[in-house]
């Protein structure tokens, strides 16, 4: 019979009480896993390094119509089909911060982007999309429904994942060089597509909530992680790389994230940014703000490492407009 710490136990019972679904890994004396040997985490495209040696695609599409400019977006990068194979196992993850801010707060990523993705997905053959995301703030099923990202997944065909203590398990980071494991949740490392899909917003610790700072949202006791968040958020890239990574600029949170909850706050940009590189799509989002890559701390650290490329100037970006 395995046993929790009391800290384990706690940190379980307390998150339960919240409605927010964390992990029992950790409980018992099990060795970290290493991360699956899948093709995704295996492919050259993300291997070490990449972003340096190749020029790496991404699209910048900006209309009035969320839906179109996401789909536009991901036309410029070959289509979903580049990335979806008939059959494949589809893990989608957006930012769903709270249960308590619609999407006009700019807060949770803009439903209409992530419903696209699913419908997009769906439609290069993908056999399961699941969506999912920790919220920190209220029960996880009410902020999937208040986000209306509930509602736009089951319309285009995907399913709510609600994420379960089981889910999480001890992994080695190999790459890590301040975490060298941590317990992550297992479908986001198995699936054999992940997309990311941030809003890009203000954060008062990071500078802004890009792609990186997402990945916090598949782990246990991400506030663990706000000690050197830079380079353990890198470290979380190099292991959670997405296949994908799709930045919701539709409405950006300008000041007072990451939860926001002030409309003026608030700036429509009408922008969808996507790309297979996590690092160029952050850089890029960045310029948004005003600010470059090496302004915030965990795309900076993500690039030291080699896991893409920061310099725009190396990357080969895609006009989409819609």
């Not at 400019?69 to 008939?86: D, K, N, P, R």
């Not at 006009?104 to 995301?133: F, H, I, K, Q, W």
């Not at 960045?286 to 650290?301: E, K, W």
Request: hydrophobic share 40%; glycine share 12%.
């Amino acid at each position: 019979m395995q046993h929790c710490t009391r800290r384990q136990f706690l940190r379980i019972a307390g998150a339960a009480a919240a409605g927010v679904a964390l992990t029992a890994a950790g409980c018992g004396e099990q060795p970290a896993a290493d991360p699956p040997a899948d093709g995704r985490l295996a492919s050259p495209a993300t291997s070490p390094g990449a972003g340096r040696r190749t020029r790496p695609p991404l699209a910048v599409a900006r209309g009035g119509d969320a839906a179109a400019i996401t789909a536009a977006a991901l036309t410029a990068l070959g289509g979903m089909e580049a990335f979806v194979a008939s059959g494949a196992d589809v893990v989608i993850k957006p930012n769903i911060c709270t249960g308590y801010h619609g999407p006009e707060y700019a807060a949770t990523t803009n439903p209409d982007v992530v419903g696209t993705l699913v419908s997009l997905c769906r439609r290069a053959g993908a056999g399961r999309v699941r969506v999912m995301d920790m919220p920190f703030g209220g029960p996880a099923d009410e902020a999937y429904r208040v986000s209306g990202i509930q509602a736009a997944v089951e319309r285009a065909g995907g399913e709510m994942h609600l994420m379960t203590p089981t889910g999480f398990r001890e992994y080695r980071i190999p790459e890590g060089r301040d975490l060298t494991s941590w317990p992550i949740y297992g479908d986001v490392l198995s699936c054999d597509v992940f997309i990311d899909v941030p809003v890009a917003k203000d954060h008062g610790m990071t500078r802004l909530t890009l792609g990186g700072k997402n990945l916090l949202g598949v782990i246990l006791d991400p506030g663990d992680i706000h000690s050197n968040i830079g380079q353990r958020t890198a470290d979380l890239i190099s292991i959670c790389r997405p296949t994908l990574t799709v930045i919701d600029a539709v409405r950006v949170l300008r000041a007072n994230g990451p939860t926001g909850g002030d409309l003026g706050d608030v700036e429509r940009l009408d922008t969808v940014v996507a790309s297979p590189d996590i690092v160029a799509a952050d850089s890029y989002a960045a310029t948004l703000f005003d600010l470059t890559g090496t302004d915030v701390p965990y795309v900076a650290a993500a690039y030291e490492m080699g896991l893409g490329q920061m310099d725009l100037d190396r990357v080969d970006i895609r006009r989409a407009d819609a």
